[in-house]
């Protein structure tokens, strides 16, 4: 099992910055991709981007130029840094990690 707990959401203003963290625990031995999905209101779940523990990066179209992933291995948390944030960027932002584990989901408000 692998545990993923999220924070850094919040309430932002159109054009701000939030910065995401996730950390992992548990089996984190099976754990090669981590990433981050949204799902806002109404709307089906989606990736935003991952990444792999070699480094290799995958972004959403929407959010290229603006958010950027990390990841520290030796902390087992993956990070996603939103800059340029835009109304349309609200969701429920989650955590995610291949062997299909979520977090419990964090909340971005975008104000215009």
């Known amino acids: 099992q692998v545990q993923l707990v999220e924070s850094g959401g919040g309430l932002v203003q159109a054009g701000g910055s939030l910065r995401l963290s996730c950390a992992a625990s548990g089996s984190i031995f099976s754990i090669n991709v981590m990433g981050w999905y949204r799902q806002a209101s109404g709307k089906q779940r989606e990736l935003v981007a991952h990444m792999s523990s070699g480094g290799s990066t995958k972004y959403a179209d929407s959010v290229k130029g603006r958010f950027t992933i990390s990841r520290d291995n030796a902390e087992n948390t993956v990070y996603l840094q939103m800059n340029s944030l835009k109304p349309e960027d609200a969701a429920v932002y989650y955590c995610?990690?291949?062997?299909?584990?979520w977090g419990q989901g964090t909340q971005v408000t975008v104000s215009s």
């Open positions: 995610w990690s291949s062997r299909g584990y």
